[in-house]
């Protein structure tokens, strides 16, 4: 039998296999991991066992030794050779001594430490190192036990003093820590033993992992767990014990469940192989005949009834095939319907109108595009809410249906846009009074739940193929005839030539803010501004520019405006933030101290971020390096409550707020005194004719008397001319800015200029008393 794991058959004994491979798979990784876990910390525990039991062998072998060494040292004989200085009888007891403790070390030595006498039991002569750490605590203690090395060779080591009565003697013995006793703590742990004698990186000594037997039972290599402990370290020398347990020795019990699983999970899967077999041939040819069914179905052929099948879940899988035969049909009118039609109005959707504008201007059709949108429809969805908002959108498609003839193609293509396609060559006095009877149809009031709605249109209009040659254009510039239509407070606007272009430039300037701070194609000039009382130069004010590679050089006021309408000025700011601390930096290096003034946008000034965004200037600026927030009337008043608040906070930081182009905006002067600004700035549309304008005059005059009984500083912008320098400094005016002082410069050059103003510094000072205004 070929296998063909596509069909139903076939995928149902692969379905049921796998559920008991995955079971049975689940359940045995879940045991063996257990039992391997389970294993691996017991023979954690085990070592542990080991250590423990080592350290207690290590402490009975110490105490039987210092039972020794205190017999020997009150032996009447011994203390009677050690008086004659009998070092014959002194060695032979010492010896008889330590042959039947079994030590393998013996000593004397004098009561200051020099040893005497020296009996190793192993070998006739051994050089012994110091042991006085040992000695040390015996004196503190009076006797005392540690380890040792002798011959590079580690002995546990006990030592005690002979007394007659005082001390006139030390008697110590050792035990070697060899393989014997690696052997002992293997028969009582199961755990393999080693010794390991270093010195620095080399091995001097080890015993080999010892177990029970007394042979080396594994190699470095076969040890499955191993803990090393330092026993000894001194002068050089290192003695660790390395506790170890072989793969076999941890895991013999794993591998023997896992055996034994493995022979379970064999028998349950050729179990399981012969039921889902039989179950699969069972349940197979029902869904082989419905799976026809369904194929005919899907071809069109909606006269054919399945058959009952005897299963009651195939039954019902029949009964509801049968009725997806009707379903299909019906569902297939509706998605025809739906892919050309706006659900919510009913009207062709923007890619039935864009097919039928693409037909006619293939066939060379003169079509004039009317494309309408409600105007202040975001301030009734605002007001209302969306529910009512659809409402007024089904209310005015269905009044543009009705005021639209059977030769115009409408449709709705997107938000609360509409697009009317009128096939014809009627100039635009006979379109315009067109769209004057679609005005009065549909711009009639609307009530809806107790709410009277005065309805608006924006309308934009575009003849094809006189404005487009492309569908993509055409689309583009209704757009921008709409647009043309809302700045016009709903008059019909008529797409003129070069529109387009205009559109196209403030794109690319929106598009190309970012990518010049990126590639440094904006600059900061700085224009100063001297104190007229003294002619010192206080402050300068930061102005950026931007000279664009392919548009040339780009006004201040159209690139931060179109910056602030496509949310990119706090990109701007803090580009201008950024500049201005490195220009500070530099101008402090050459001994250069200046306040800066910075403008801030009506967009920026209510948001939550400005603080964070200035906080670099606002950190590096102090006392005479103050940094002045100019902000404008009008902007104080799109969202007063949290301009005043940020305002405030960053006058707390120690930023001067001005207000500046005073005079022009429509704040009131309780909104004036809510600020407490720091100065204000007059426009310099009232100081450019100022000396031969006296209405002018009157209203400079008046600003200057009101900032002075405020108690703010009174700064003039836009000097041209001695004139006006001269009528503001007898009126009063605090600081001066214009043209007349200086034109804005770049950062290094202030340094320079900076220099020549203080040379002549008492010319403008003079000046100052040569004429009256």
């Not at 080890?206 to 330092?230: C, K, M, W």
């Amino acid at each position: 039998m070929t296998l063909r794991p596509r069909t139903f058959r076939n995928q149902l004994m692969i379905a049921l296999l796998g559920f008991v491979l995955l079971a049975e798979l689940g359940v045995a990784i879940s045991i063996l991991h257990r039992t391997y876990n389970q294993r691996v910390d017991q023979a954690h525990d085990t070592l542990q066992v080991a250590s423990r039991v080592l350290d207690r062998v290590l402490e009975v072998r110490a105490e039987q030794l210092l039972t020794t060494v205190n017999i020997l040292a009150s032996d009447y004989g011994f203390k009677a050779a050690i008086g004659t200085q009998d070092e014959a009888t002194q060695r032979t007891v010492i010896r008889n001594f330590g042959d039947r403790a079994r030590a393998d070390l013996a000593t004397l030595a004098a009561p200051s430490g020099e040893l005497i006498t020296v009996v190793p039991r192993t070998q006739p002569e051994t050089d012994v190192d110091p042991f006085g750490r040992v000695l040390d605590r015996a004196r503190r203690l009076g006797s005392a036990s540690g380890l040792i090395m002798v011959d590079n060779r580690p002995y546990q080591y006990v030592i005690a003093p002979v007394n007659a009565p005082r001390l006139i003697a030390w008697a110590g013995m050792g035990f070697l820590v060899d393989a014997d006793i690696a052997r002992n703590v293997a028969s009582v742990t199961g755990v393999h033993v080693d010794f390991i004698v270093r010195e620095g990186e080399q091995e001097l000594f080890s015993t080999g992992p010892q177990d029970a037997d007394g042979d080396v039972a594994i190699t470095d290599s076969d040890a499955f767990l191993v803990e090393r402990h330092t026993l000894f370290d001194a002068d050089g020398h290192q003695l660790d014990v390395a506790l170890s347990l072989s793969r076999h020795t941890v895991l013999s019990p794993y591998y023997d469940m896992a055996s034994s699983l493995s022979l379970v999970f064999i028998v349950t899967i050729g179990l399981s192989a012969l039921v889902a077999i039989a179950l699969a041939r069972r349940l197979s040819q029902p869904v082989r005949e419905l799976s026809e069914f369904a194929e005919s179905v899907a071809a069109g052929h909606y006269h054919e009834t399945p058959g009952a099948q005897g299963i009651g879940e195939f039954d019902v899988l029949s009964d509801a095939l049968n009725d997806m035969q009707i379903a299909v049909r019906q569902r297939e009118n509706r998605i025809r319907h739906q892919a050309t039609h706006d659900a919510l109005t009913g009207l062709l959707n923007r890619n039935a109108v864009r097919d039928v504008l693409y037909e006619q201007m293939n066939n060379d059709a003169q079509v004039i595009l009317v494309r309408i949108a409600l105007h202040g429809f975001s301030r009734i969805n605002s007001a209302l809410g969306y529910k009512l908002g659809d409402e007024v959108l089904k209310t005015v498609a269905g009044r543009l249906n009705n005021a639209c003839t059977m030769a115009h193609t409408l449709g709705r293509i997107e938000g609360n846009d509409f697009l009317v396609l009128v096939e014809c060559q009627a100039d635009n006095d006979a379109v315009l009074a067109t769209i004057e009877h679609l005005r009065a149809k549909v711009e009639q009031p609307l009530h809806l739940e107790h709410t009277s709605i005065q309805l608006l249109l924006d309308i934009g209009v575009v003849r094809i193929p006189e404005h487009a040659d492309d569908i993509e254009s055409a689309w583009r510039r209704t757009v921008i005839a709409r647009d043309g239509s809302r700045a016009q407070r709903c008059a019909t606007f008529f797409y003129q030539p070069g529109m387009d272009e205009a559109h196209q430039r403030e794109l690319a300037i929106i598009q190309g803010i970012a990518p010049a701070i990126k590639q440094d194609e904006l600059s900061l000039l700085y224009q100063p501004k001297m104190a007229l009382g003294d002619a010192e130069i206080v402050q300068v004010e930061a102005l950026a520019r931007w000279h664009h590679p392919k548009l040339g050089a780009i006004s201040p006021d159209e690139f931060i405006g179109l910056a602030e309408r496509s949310g990119q000025i706090r990109l701007l700011t803090e580009w201008v933030v950024q500049r201005v601390c490195r220009d500070v930096t530099d101008w402090r290096e050459n001994g250069i101290t200046l306040g800066v003034a910075i403008n801030l946008s009506a967009d920026e000034i209510a948001q939550s971020e400005l603080e964070a965004t200035l906080e670099p200037l606002l950190t590096l600026c102090r006392d005479r390096e103050r940094i002045t927030l100019e902000v404008t009337e009008s902007a104080l008043l799109r969202e007063p409550q949290s301009a005043l608040q940020n305002l405030r906070a960053l006058q707390g930081r120690g930023a001067r707020i001005s207000v500046d182009d005073f005079g022009t905006g429509y704040s009131s002067l309780a909104q004036l005194k809510s600020l407490a600004p720091d100065e204000l700035k007059i426009d310099k549309s009232f100081v450019f004719g100022l000396a031969d304008t006296p209405a002018d005059q009157f209203i400079v005059d008046l600003i200057i008397d009101l900032g002075h009984k405020l108690g703010l500083e009174v700064v003039a912008e836009g000097i041209e001319n001695a004139e006006s320098w001269q009528y503001l400094l007898h009126r009063g005016a605090d600081i001066i800015q214009g043209y007349f002082l200086s034109r804005p410069m770049p950062a290094d050059t202030i340094i320079t200029w900076l220099a020549e103003h203080e040379a002549n510094r008492d010319r403008w000072l003079d000046y100052s008393t040569t004429k009256q205004p």
